[in-house]
């Protein structure tokens, strides 16, 4: 079955992690997307990233980049702008990730493009937007962690500030994009009429705050960093040491506290009156840590996710290839391959949009242009 999104031709000007992983998202669902590369820079930055490295193409690029075609033209050049903007003319979006103040010096906007394609969508993903103190500057994944306060809150009490070890600003970002290019692409094809769409690092950033934003923003309250990565509020919730790991909890519900408390064989938990609510749990949230901490440490993780799952929300802490191979994950599909040239089998993460029938292209990551005569022979003028 074809993806919802065929049909939909997106040209992408954009490299690293951000932009990147929001067309890789659009491409799952069956979108063409084609990578503008400058062939004076060596293309996407990503292809240069280590550990894995190999003439200008690495693993790093192939996680990004994989089901995408790639045209390699200089746009400072009369003939690749000119290339450019015939494209434009058959595309239904422009997709970048520069700085906030490049799109419309470089032409990349609605204003700037719609004379060559008036239903044209164009998508802007900077660091900080088009206006303010900051438009200017690049913006990256740990620097607007920083700035938009989750530093302050992730890590344990009285430690220094810590950052997600996964770049999920960059990658909540590139879905946000991806979801107002398809917006505006949704309206363009009924109104004949493109626009802007313009998403930024910190303003996805400040927007996933939300009930910590709305407890800051209307009322005397401030997040702090809670033992165990605890959730602001609710206990139990968050890390806790086995005889053999880490497990994490998560009581979300009194019916979960309740199944906790009788599956642990701690029924006297469950009757002190310090522990009866929700409110009261928060109130006495360390002596409760406390309890629950050394009792944890009783058993190992697999016996506890044994006695507590499914009653009670709880998961080991798992490294990365742990994760990988948990059987959750086979039973989704989340993980597929590409078969790569000089790197054989590549294994990645599957789209995160599933949609029953519909399969992502196999295709690897593009060698930097491998596309360039194929995609601009389709347009008239052009013999390559």
């Keep these: 079955m074809r993806g919802p999104l065929d049909g939909v031709r997106v040209l992408a000007l954009s490299q690293f992690g951000a932009g990147p992983y929001g067309s890789l998202v659009l491409s799952g669902l069956g979108a063409e997307v084609i990578k503008i ?14 550990p894995f490295e190999v003439d200008g193409d690495s693993l790093y690029f192939q996680s990004f980049n994989h089901g995408k075609k790639s045209v390699a033209l200089d746009l400072r050049s009369a003939g690749g702008l000119s290339a450019f903007h015939d494209l434009v003319r058959v595309s239904d979006a ?14 990349l906007t609605f204003e700037g493009l719609r004379h060559l394609n008036p239903g044209i969508v164009c998508c802007s993903l900077s660091g900080f937007g088009s206006s303010g103190p900051r438009a200017s500057e690049p913006g990256y994944d740990s620097i607007v962690q920083a700035l938009a306060g989750y530093m302050s809150v992730t890590g344990e009490p009285g430690g220094p500030p810590a950052k997600c070890g996964v770049s999920v600003i960059d990658f909540a970002s590139g879905l946000t994009a991806g ?12 109104t004949g009429v493109g626009c802007n769409v313009e998403v930024s690092l910190l303003g996805t950033a400040i927007s996933m705050l939300t009930y910590l934003a709305t407890w800051s923003l209307n009322g005397d309250w401030g997040a702090v960093r809670q033992a165990g990565s605890g959730h602001q509020t609710l206990m139990p919730s968050g890390n806790f040491e086995t005889a053999d790991g880490w497990l994490t909890v998560f009581c979300a519900k009194e019916k979960f506290w309740r199944a906790l408390v009788e599956r ?3 029924p006297e938990l469950g009757e002190d009156v310090r522990f009866a609510t929700f409110a009261g749990r928060e109130r006495n949230r360390e002596a409760l840590f406390g309890e629950l901490s050394r009792r944890f440490r009783e058993r190992r993780t697999v016996e506890w996710v044994d006695v507590l799952s499914p009653e009670v929300p709880c998961a080991p802490v798992n490294d990365v290839g742990a994760a990988l191979g948990d059987p959750q994950v086979a039973a989704m599909g989340m993980l597929m391959s590409t078969f790569h040239p000089v790197y054989g089998e590549v ?8 949609i029953p029938g519909v399969e992502e292209d196999g295709a690897p990551g593009p060698g930097l242009g491998e596309h360039t005569d194929e995609v601009l022979r389709e347009l008239p003028g052009y013999d390559v």
Aim: net charge positive; proline share 10%; aromatic share 4%.
């Design 37 to 50: 590369e400058d062939p004076a820079s060596g293309g996407d930055v990503a292809r240069y990233v280590p």
């Design 347 to 354: 294994r990645h993460p599957s789209c995160p949009i599933r």
């Design 264 to 266: 642990m064989g701690a």
């Design 94 to 107: 422009v997709y970048n990730n520069l700085r906030g103040d490049l799109p419309a010096r470089l032409g």
């Design 179 to 190: 979801l107002g290019l398809v917006s505006g692409v949704l309206r363009a094809r009924s």
